[in-house]
């Protein structure tokens, strides 16, 4: 009797060796995608992230970045502790599982909260940081994310074309003449700018705030939902580390 719960107890022990192997791959795969959203988001869209005045959305995207780096680190120790049958090493890995599971939880608090002031930050800071930095002297960062949003966004100004009227650089002889950057034309080109009629600029409803706004939203949707997934993973994960601990602690060393 006592070799056949011996045999079913080492037959479960195998089982979930290979169940938490599996997990550890499939964690390990999990923390490239969140370090690949981490990195994209500061490479790809850093140029608007020097158009708010707010730290929270380059935050969100740092805590991913490290996130899935120590994902990774993770996956690969989850291995070697799982074929090695050592406790300890599986008590440093149920740690840093724990530890990622708070750096989500800290990013998700930081992109609802940033949810939620998202919008009253866009209308008190982006109107005036595009009227009165864009094409400043060492503002060039500046002047190339606002480039960028018009067209990649299909927008002209804050709100509409006219906010343009009271920037710095309309104002002065360097515009020479124009009424709206060349990035609000629909063809851009040298001087497009001196026109602003419809068919020749983009007059978007709501502006570049409102178009930046959902991109923002929506990325940060992004961020929500990939941290969800990986912390449902964790929390099997957690759940097959602390069996299979049980499970060697009950075998002889």
């Not at 005045?53 to 805590?63: C, D, G, L, P, R």
């Not at 530890?99 to 982006?126: H, R, T």
């Not at 920037?167 to 609000?184: L, T």
Request: net charge positive; hydrophobic share 40%; charged share 20%.
């Amino acid at each position: 009797m006592g070799a056949y719960e011996e045999k079913k107890e080492t037959c479960g022990t195998i089982c979930l060796k290979y169940l938490l192997f599996t997990f550890n791959f499939l964690f390990w795969l999990a923390g490239g995608v969140v370090m690949a959203v981490g990195v994209w988001t500061l490479v790809e869209k850093s140029d608007y992230i020097s158009l708010l005045s707010s730290k929270t959305y380059a935050a969100s995207a740092y805590i991913l970045v490290l996130a899935g780096a120590i994902v990774m680190v993770t996956g690969v120790l989850g291995c070697c502790a799982t074929f090695k049958e050592q406790r300890r090493l599986l008590r440093v890995y149920f740690v840093l599982l724990l530890c990622i599971f708070l750096l989500e939880i800290l990013a998700g608090v930081l992109a609802y909260i940033y949810y939620q002031q998202l919008n009253a930050e866009l209308k008190q800071n982006l109107r005036e940081t595009m009227v009165q930095k864009y094409q400043q002297k060492d503002q060039e960062h500046v002047t190339r994310a606002v480039d960028k949003l018009q067209q990649e966004f299909k927008c002209c100004g804050s709100h509409n074309s006219s906010d343009w009227a009271e920037s710095a650089w309309i104002r002065s002889s360097e515009a020479k003449g124009r009424v709206v950057p060349d990035s609000c034309c629909k063809s851009p080109s040298e001087g497009c700018g001196h026109r602003d009629h419809p068919s020749n600029i983009y007059k978007v409803e709501g502006g570049c705030i409102t178009k930046l706004e959902n991109f923002i939203l929506d990325h940060l949707k992004i961020i929500g939902a990939v941290g969800v997934g990986i912390a449902c993973v964790q929390v099997i994960g957690m759940v097959f580390t602390c069996c299979l601990y049980r499970s060697l602690k009950a075998e002889p060393y």
